[in-house]
């Protein structure tokens, strides 16, 4: 069955790095899209990133363009998110999540997430 | 970007009661509009794609309906597990966009 599962959270200072991670089986890895989706303890969930299946074609939300970064190893399944220059309005739990065919474009939802990593910025 | 806008924000129901949750877009998305529940401490959960689209596994009771700006979920008969928050989110356009929720809760 479709599993994802997220890594890397934890505590970080404001302005510096984190790199995420989320490690996918029980599907085709290098055919789908992946994406990355946050949610602040307590709100709702939003949008952060888009890579393409074959990692040629990326989109970030504004909240986040420029200091994150999205990649993929469709050799290891893993999908990352490189997050620099954190501040505390990035402190969340991160889920990875898959869409929902194989393509090399996009269809923006979701099918399959993970179960989330929390990501604390604080001093 | 689109703004999407859900209401009501909370709701109280009893089970068996028919539950029905707006989502408005800023502009018009066609039929890219998507539902996930979401239950605390949990991942949220597809829902309805493309509007109307019942997601494989999904109980007959959940629907969708609407297309252009104005969307409605719709739960014929709540039952116990779905006491829950409900996001709807366009699929039109990168940035994706989510509305604020709805949480439904036991009146």
């Known amino acids: 069955q479709v599993q994802l599962v997220e890594s890397g959270g934890g505590v970080v200072q404001p302005g510096r790095s984190l790199r995420l991670s989320c490690a996918a089986s029980?599907?085709?890895?290098?055919?789908?899209?992946l994406h990355w989706v946050r949610q602040a303890p307590g709100k709702g969930l939003e949008w952060v990133a888009v890579?393409?299946?074959?990692?040629?074609?990326?989109s970030f939300a504004d909240s986040v363009k420029g200091r994150f970064t999205i990649s993929r190893d469709n050799y290891r399944n893993t999908l990352f998110l490189q997050m620099n220059s954190l501040r505390t309005e990035d402190s969340a739990v991160y889920y990875c999540?898959?869409?929902?065919?194989?393509?090399?474009?996009?269809?923006?939802?979701?099918?399959?997430w993970g179960q989330g990593t929390l990501v604390t910025v604080s001093s | 970007d689109i703004q999407m806008t859900q209401s009501p924000s909370s709701l109280s129901a009893s089970v068996g009661d028919r539950v029905t949750i707006t989502c408005r877009a800023s502009?018009?998305?066609?039929?890219?509009l998507n539902w996930y529940q979401q239950k605390p401490g949990k991942a949220p959960q597809l829902l309805i794609s493309?509007?109307?689209g019942l997601h494989s596994g999904v109980p007959s009771r959940f629907s969708g309906s609407g297309s252009g700006t104005d969307f409605t979920l719709t739960i014929s008969g709540l039952q116990p597990e779905d006491f829950a928050t409900y996001y709807c989110?366009?699929?039109?356009?990168?940035?994706?966009?989510f509305g604020g929720g709805t949480k439904v809760d036991f009146k």
């Open positions: 029980g599907f085709t890895f290098g055919s789908f899209a």
């Open positions: 890579i393409s299946s074959d990692g040629t074609d990326e």
């Open positions: 999540a898959r869409e929902p065919k194989p393509t090399r474009g996009f269809y923006y939802y979701f099918d399959y």
């Open positions: 493309d509007a109307s």
């Open positions: 989110q366009q699929s039109f356009n990168s940035p994706l966009t």
């Open positions: 502009q018009s998305i066609r039929t890219y």
